[in-house]
C-alpha cells in the first residue's frame, strides 16, 4: 500500500465571526490566498495536484455551487486540477485528508491539497434556509439538536462542573496566548488581505482572561446549566489547507515531510451527546494503528466545548500535558468546515517541532460523530 | 431631503468642540445626512490625537436617548482634532462653534480659522451666555458678516428650538441660509432672537426655573409638592421644577444664573428674584449633581439592597424616602389655569406665584428679545418643552383677568399685556385663521414658513368632509385629503375603521388622493385593546372575528385603491397603527417615527395584514441576499416575535417598515406638506395599485426550524412558555401553514392563517393576563 504523508500545513488567522477581522473577506477567497500560500511554502509544482478537497460545513451562500473548484480558480490551480467540496460538518477538513490517503493508497493519485473553510460571518450555521424534516424532529428531536445543547447533555451526563470546564478554558488561552507572544503561530499563519489591510495574527485568544472573568459569565444555552461562552469555542472565519502526498513523491521532490498518515477511523454515537463523538473514532484508528493511547505523544483534541473535551480525555485517559500543546479551538476559534485540517496538520507540524514519535487528533461532529487521524514522525 | 434650502447649500459642516452639545449638535448634522468634522484640541502628551472627538462618537453610539438615528449616520461624523484638521475647513460649508463658554477661548478660535475657512462658509456659535457683540467685537468684518450664533437645546436630537440670532454686521442672507437650513435639514423650529442675554427661551425660562425655586423654598413646600404643581397641571414636562434640575445637573442652574445675572439691565425683573440657594451649592459640592451623580433633590437609595426613592427636605438638606404630594390644587388644574392659580391651597398659590411673574415678565420682554409673541411662545414651547408658551397661558388665564388680578395685589403690569386685556386676548382666530396681537395694537395673522402645512390651521378653517368620534377627514387642497385619528392616544377601534373605509369611497369619487396624518404625539399606538379584550371576556368570538376581518379588508381597500395613500406619521405608529401604513402605496416618515409590531407583547400576532406585509417587505431586493424560502420568514419572525420598534425614520427603512424609496422629514410641521406633494407626485406618475404579492413560504419544514430556534431561547431563559406559544402561532402564519416550497401563495391566505392564530391567542388565558396587564400598568407582562 503506498503510504500517504503531511507534507506541508498553513492556515489563515482565525478570527471572531461578525466582529472579526476577516468578517468582510469572502470565504472563497481567503481559501483561495490560503492555498497559495500553501503552495509557495511547499514550493509543489501545481501541475501535479490531482485534486483539491474543500471541507465546508455549510456549504451554500458565498462557500456554494462546489466552493472547492471555484477556489481552485480563484487559488490559480492549473484547469486540469479537479475540486471536490466535502461536507462532514466539523469533521469536513479532516476528512478530505482520509480522502486524499484512499485515493492515495489506491494509486489514484499523488498529490492532493486538503483544505478547510468556513465563514460564521457569512453563511450562518444552519444555513441561510433551515428546513427541518418535521417527521423526523418528531421522531428523533436530536436529529437536529443544537450544539450548545449537546454540550449541557455532556457535561451532565459526565457530572462535569462549570469550574472544571472553566479550567480547560483557560490552560487553552494560556497555551494559545504563549504561543503567539513565542512566535510558535507565526509559522503556520498565511496573512491575508481584507481591503486594504493585511490580517497576520490571530483574533480570538484572550491573553488576559481568567478564571474570575470566566465565572462571571452566564450559562448560554441553558439558564440552569454549566456551559457558557467562556466555555464554548467561538463562531469563528477561518480556512486552513494540508499538502498530502504520497511518500515517494514527496521523497522524489524533497518535500519537507511533517508525518505519515498511520490510521484513521471515523464512528458514530447519539447525536445529543455528539461530542463523544471522539472516543469512538478514537478507539477505532488505535486499534487499526496497533497502538493505545499510552502510546501517543502529541493529541489535538479539538475543543468544540470545554464539556465534551473533557468527558473525551476522561474516556480515552488523555494526559492533559500531551493535548494541544498551542491551545485549542476554545482560545483559538473553530471555523467549522476548516478546523480538522488545522489539528491533524497542527499535528504533524508538532510532531516534526517537538521531536516525537506519534500524534492523534480528534473530533467531535454535529449530528453525532466522531473522526481521527493517527500520525508517525518519519 | 424633500424641500430645498436657501442659498447656497450646506453640504458639509464643521463641530468645533466635542462636548455634550457639540458631538449631539454633530450627531443631528449627520442624522440629516450631511457629513461632519468633529473636532477637538489635542489632548497633553496625546499618543491619539484625535482622542477627544473620538472618544465624544463612542459615547454618541452608547448615549440613551440614542443621539444618531442610525448607524449609517454615525459613519458621517469623522473626528480631528483643532491642530491638524483646521486644513479641512475648506470645504466646510458651515463651522459651529461649541467650545467653552470662554471670550478669549472662542475669539482665539475663530482667529485661527478665519484663514482657512472658505469665503461664504457661515460660522456660528452655540453660546447661550455671551452676546454676540462681545463675541464679533475687534474681529474683521468680512468675519462678522458670516457669523451669528446658532443656540441649540440639550439633546440636539430631540429638543426642538433653535434660536439663530444675528448681529447688525451679520449678512442677513447668512441668517436666512442658516435659518432654512436648520427648519428643513435639521428638522428645528427656527426662533430668530435678538442679541440679549439668554435671547428668548432662556430669558423666560431660566426666570421659570427661578422663581419656582425660591417660590417652594417661600412657601414650605415639598419637592415632590412643588414638581406636582410645576409639571403637568401648568402644561410644563412631568419632571416640574426640581426633578427637572436633577435632570439636567444642579450644577448648571449656578452658571446658567451667574451668567444671566451678570449680563442683565439693571432693574430686570430676574434679578430681582434671585437669591442664594445654600442647599443647592452644598449639593453639588457633594457630589449631588443630579441624575448624572450620586443623585439630587430625588435619589435611589439601595443600601441594605432594596431601592427606596428618596427626596431632599428643602429645609433641612436631610433625605426620607419620598411622599407623594396630595394637592387638590394638583386635581383641579384640569378644569384650566385659572382654577389651578386661583386655588386656595399651597399649590394654588404656588402656581400664582411663579406663574404671575413669569407670565407678566414675558409680557415686558416683547420686542426686547425676539420681534412678536408668536417667536416667544415658539421658544417656550420646544426649547422647554411646555405644552403652550406664556402668551397662550395668558390667554388662557384671561389677558384682562390677569391684568386685574395683578393690579389688586399692586404689582406693575406690563404696557403689552394692558393692550391684550383691552383687546381681549393675545391670539384669536379670525376668518379661519389663527392671529397674534402686534405691539401697535392691531391683529396679524400667524404667518406660516413655505412648506409647513399644518393641519391645525386647516381644521381652524374648515369643517370636517367625514367626522366620527375616531376619525376625521379633512381637505387639505389640490384634491388631497388627509385622514385624522383622534381617539384616545389614537387607537384604532371600528369607528376609525369605518371612517376610513368612508374616506376611501369618498376620495374614491371625489378627489385625487389620501393621506393617513394626525398631529397628535404618537399616529397611532395600535387597535384598541381594550375593546378587544372586553369582547373576549363575554366570549363575543364573532364580534371579535368580524373586527379582525373588518380590518383586513378596509387595509386591503387602502392597498388596492385606485389612488395613492400615503402614511404620515410621527411618535409611535405600533401594531394596528403600523400595519396601516404597511398597507399604504407610500410613507413620508418624520424622522422621530417609532414604528413596530408589538403584538407578542400582548400574547398576540399582527392579524390586519401585518405578517404578509413583512414578509413582502423581507423578499430580497438585491442579488446579494439570501435566496429560498426561508430568509424572508426568518427576517419577518426576528422583527414580530421580538417586537422590534424602529427607534427613528432611518431605523425603521434598516427594518424594512419603511421601503427604500419612502421619505423622510426632518421638521414635523412639514410632514403634511411634503405627504401631500408624495401623493400628487404618486397621482402624476399614473399611480396603479399594486398586483395581489404570491409569495413562496417554506411551510412545515420552515415551522420546524422556527420551532427548534425558539426552543433554543426557552433553554436559554430568553423566551417564556406563553412567548413560545405565540412565537410558534406567528411561525405558522409566516411559514404558510401546510403550504409546499413548490407553490406560491397569495396574501389572503397568509391573512387568514394570522387570523386563525390571532384568535387561537385570544382565547387563550395567558394572552388575556397579558392585554388585562398592559392595560391596567402599561407595561407587558412576562408569562
Redesign the interface.
Known amino acids: 500500500m503506498t503510504e500517504a504523508v503531511i507534507a506541508g500545513y498553513v492556515r489563515s488567522p482565525f478570527h471572531f465571526a461578525g466582529k472579526g477581522a476577516l468578517a468582510k473577506l469572502r470565504p472563497d477567497d481567503m481559501a483561495g490566498a490560503v492555498i497559495r500560500g500553501l503552495i509557495d511554502k511547499t514550493g509543489i509544482d501545481v501541475k501535479d495536484v490531482e485534486d483539491l478537497l474543500v471541507g465546508c460545513a455549510f456549504p451554500e451562500g458565498e462557500q456554494g455551487l462546489n466552493v472547492a473548484r471555484l477556489i481552485g480558480f480563484i487559488a490559480d490551480l492549473p484547469q486540469s486540477v479537479a475540486g471536490a467540496t466535502i461536507n462532514r460538518f466539523c469533521g469536513s477538513s479532516m476528512q478530505g485528508i482520509h480522502s486524499a490517503a484512499g485515493a492515495i493508497a489506491l494509486g489514484a493519485g499523488d498529490v492532493f491539497i486538503c483544505a478547510g473553510i468556513e465563514s460564521m460571518s457569512r453563511v450562518p450555521m444552519m444555513g441561510f434556509n433551515p428546513l427541518p424534516n418535521p417527521a423526523l424532529t418528531e421522531r428523533l428531536p436530536a436529529a437536529y439538536i443544537s450544539m450548545g445543547e449537546t454540550a449541557e447533555n455532556v457535561a451532565k451526563k459526565y457530572k462535569l462542573d462549570r469550574r472544571e470546564q472553566e479550567e480547560l478554558a483557560l490552560s487553552s488561552h494560556r497555551k494559545a496566548s504563549a504561543a503567539r507572544q513565542g512566535g510558535r503561530l507565526a509559522d503556520e499563519i498565511i496573512p491575508v488581505k481584507v481591503g486594504n489591510e493585511t490580517v497576520s495574527i490571530d483574533g480570538c485568544i484572550r491573553d488576559e482572561t481568567t478564571l474570575e472573568a470566566l465565572a462571571g459569565l452566564k450559562p448560554a444555552f441553558d439558564q440552569n446549566g454549566s456551559v457558557t461562552a467562556g466555555t464554548s469555542s467561538p463562531l469563528t472565519d477561518g480556512a486552513s489547507a494540508c499538502l498530502v502526498t504520497s511518500a515517494d513523491y514527496a521523497k522524489a521532490h524533497g518535500l519537507p515531510v511533517l508525518a505519515k498518515i498511520r490510521a484513521i477511523g471515523v464512528a458514530g454515537c447519539a447525536p445529543e451527546i455528539m461530542g463523544i463523538g471522539p472516543v469512538a473514532a478514537t478507539r477505532k484508528a488505535l486499534k487499526r494503528a496497533g497502538l493505545t493511547i499510552k502510546d501517543i505523544d502529541i493529541i489535538e483534541l479539538n475543543e468544540a466545548f470545554a464539556s465534551q473535551a473533557l468527558a473525551c480525555m476522561r474516556d480515552l485517559e488523555i494526559d492533559p500535558n500531551k493535548m494541544n500543546l498551542d491551545g485549542g479551538a476554545i482560545a483559538l476559534g473553530h471555523p467549522l468546515g476548516a478546523t480538522g485540517a488545522r489539528i491533524t496538520g497542527k499535528a504533524a507540524a508538532l510532531l516534526k517541532r517537538e521531536g516525537k514519535q506519534f500524534s492523534l487528533s480528534t473530533q467531535c461532529i454535529g449530528g453525532g460523530q466522531g473522526i481521527t487521524t493517527i500520525l508517525e514522525a518519519v | 431631503m424633500a424641500a430645498t434650502t436657501t442659498g447656497a447649500p450646506i453640504r458639509k459642516a464643521c463641530v468645533i468642540g466635542a462636548g455634550v452639545m457639540g458631538s449631539g449638535i454633530a450627531a443631528q448634522i449627520a442624522n440629516a445626512g450631511i457629513p461632519v468634522l468633529l473636532l477637538d484640541i489635542v489632548p497633553k502628551d496625546a499618543a491619539n490625537r484625535n482622542a477627544i472627538a473620538e472618544g465624544a462618537i463612542a459615547k454618541l453610539l452608547k448615549a440613551d436617548p440614542a443621539p444618531l438615528m442610525s448607524s449609517a449616520a454615525a459613519k458621517l461624523i469623522t473626528p480631528g482634532n483643532i491642530d491638524d484638521d483646521l486644513d479641512k475647513l475648506a470645504e466646510v460649508d458651515w463651522i459651529v462653534e461649541a467650545v467653552i463658554e470662554k471670550i478669549e477661548i472662542k475669539q482665539a478660535l475663530y482667529r485661527k480659522l478665519m484663514d482657512k475657512r472658505q469665503p461664504g462658509s457661515i460660522v456660528s456659535s452655540n453660546t447661550s451666555t455671551i452676546p454676540l457683540a462681545q463675541l464679533t467685537e475687534d474681529l474683521p468684518e468680512a468675519f462678522a458678516r458670516d457669523f451669528c450664533i446658532t443656540h441649540f437645546f440639550n439633546p440636539p436630537r430631540y429638543m426642538r428650538l433653535l434660536e439663530v440670532v444675528g448681529g447688525p454686521k451679520t449678512d442677513s442672507a447668512q441668517i436666512e441660509r442658516i435659518a432654512a437650513f436648520g427648519d428643513i435639514a435639521l428638522g428645528k423650529m427656527i426662533v430668530r432672537g435678538k442679541d440679549t442675554p439668554g435671547f428668548v427661551a432662556n430669558r423666560i425660562g431660566v426666570y421659570w426655573m427661578q422663581a419656582a425655586i425660591i417660590h417652594a423654598l417661600d412657601l414650605g413646600l415639598t419637592v415632590e409638592m412643588a414638581d406636582a404643581i410645576m409639571g403637568r397641571p401648568i402644561g410644563a414636562p412631568k419632571t416640574g421644577i426640581f426633578a427637572l434640575l436633577d435632570l439636567v445637573g444642579l450644577d448648571l442652574m449656578p452658571h446658567v444664573d451667574a451668567s444671566l445675572a451678570a449680563s442683565l439691565p439693571a432693574g430686570d425683573p430676574y434679578l430681582s428674584i434671585r437669591r442664594d440657594f445654600p442647599l443647592l451649592t452644598k449639593m453639588i459640592a457633594e457630589g449631588y449633581t443630579g441624575r448624572k451623580g450620586k443623585g439630587g433633590f430625588y435619589r435611589l437609595n439601595t443600601e441594605g439592597g432594596k431601592k427606596v426613592k428618596e427626596s431632599v427636605d428643602l429645609r433641612t438638606g436631610a433625605y426620607a424616602p419620598s411622599t407623594a404630594a396630595r394637592l387638590d390644587s394638583a386635581d383641579a388644574a384640569k378644569g384650566g389655569l385659572r382654577v389651578l392659580v386661583t386655588h386656595p391651597d399651597a399649590g394654588g398659590q404656588y402656581a400664582w406665584r411663579v406663574l404671575s411673574g413669569m407670565l407678566s415678565y414675558a409680557a415686558s420682554l416683547v420686542p426686547t428679545i425676539a420681534d412678536d409673541i408668536v417667536a416667544v411662545d415658539q421658544a417656550i414651547r420646544t426649547g422647554f418643552n411646555f405644552k403652550r408658551g406664556p402668551f397662550e397661558m395668558i390667554d388662557e388665564l384671561g389677558a384682562a383677568w390677569l391684568a386685574e388680578a395683578l393690579r389688586k395685589e399692586n404689582r406693575p403690569v406690563p404696557d403689552f399685556l394692558a393692550m391684550a386685556a383691552k383687546a381681549g386676548s393675545f391670539y384669536k382666530v379670525e376668518n379661519g385663521r389663527l392671529q397674534y396681537l402686534g405691539l401697535d395694537g392691531s391683529y396679524r395673522p400667524v404667518e406660516r414658513p413655505e412648506g409647513v402645512l399644518l393641519l391645525r390651521d386647516i381644521k381652524l378653517a374648515s369643517k370636517p368632509i367625514l367626522k366620527n368620534g375616531s376619525a376625521s377627514l379633512w381637505d387639505i387642497g389640490d384634491g388631497v385629503a388627509c385622514l385624522e385619528f383622534h381617539s384616545k392616544m389614537n387607537a384604532i377601534d371600528p369607528d376609525t375603521l369605518t371612517l376610513m373605509k368612508q374616506s376611501l369611497d369618498h376620495v374614491g369619487k371625489n378627489m385625487k388622493a389620501l393621506v393617513l396624518h394626525n398631529e397628535a404625539d404618537n399616529f397611532s399606538v395600535g387597535a384598541n385593546i381594550g375593546l378587544a379584550l372586553f369582547a373576549a371576556n363575554i366570549a363575543m368570538w364573532p364580534m371579535i372575528d368580524d373586527l379582525i376581518g373588518q380590518g383586513i379588508a378596509v387595509y386591503k381597500a387602502i392597498k388596492y385603491a385606485p389612488f395613492p395613500v400615503v402614511g404620515a406619521p410621527s411618535g409611535m405608529a405600533l401594531g394596528g397603527g403600523c400595519e396601516v401604513l404597511l398597507h399604504c402605496a407610500a410613507i413620508q416618515a418624520h424622522s422621530e417615527t417609532y414604528i413596530g409590531l408589538v403584538e407578542v407583547g400582548v400574547g398576540l400576532i399582527p392579524g390586519w395584514g401585518g405578517c404578509a406585509e413583512m414578509l413582502i417587505r423581507y423578499q430580497p431586493q438585491s442579488a446579494k441576499e ?6 424572508p420568514v426568518a427576517q419577518a419572525f426576528e422583527t414580530i416575535s421580538l417586537a422590534k420598534v424602529a427607534k427613528s425614520a432611518a431605523e425603521a427603512k434598516q427594518l424594512r417598515f419603511l421601503r427604500r424609496d419612502d421619505g423622510i422629514t426632518m421638521n414635523r410641521d412639514r410632514l403634511l406638506a411634503d405627504a401631500k406633494a408624495k401623493a400628487l407626485a404618486l397621482v402624476a406618475a399614473g399611480h396603479q395599485p399594486p398586483k395581489p404579492a404570491e409569495l413562496r413560504l ?1 411551510g ?6 422556527l ?2 430556534a425558539v426552543d ?1 431561547f426557552v ?3 430568553k423566551a417564556l412558555a406563553h412567548d413560545r406559544a405565540v412565537s410558534l402561532t406567528l411561525a405558522e402564519a409566516l411559514t404558510g401553514g401546510a403550504t409546499d ?1 413548490t407553490e406560491m401563495i397569495g396574501e389572503d391566505q397568509i391573512n387568514k392563517l394570522a387570523k386563525q392564530g390571532f384568535m387561537k391567542l385570544l382565547r387563550s388565558e395567558p394572552t388575556l393576563a397579558r392585554m388585562e396587564h398592559m392595560l391596567s400598568t402599561g407595561k407587558p407582562l412576562r408569562n
Open positions: 439570501p435566496k429560498g424560502p426561508m430568509p417554506p412545515p419544514s420552515g415551522k420546524t426550524a420551532t427548534l433554543g433553554a436559554q431563559g416550497m
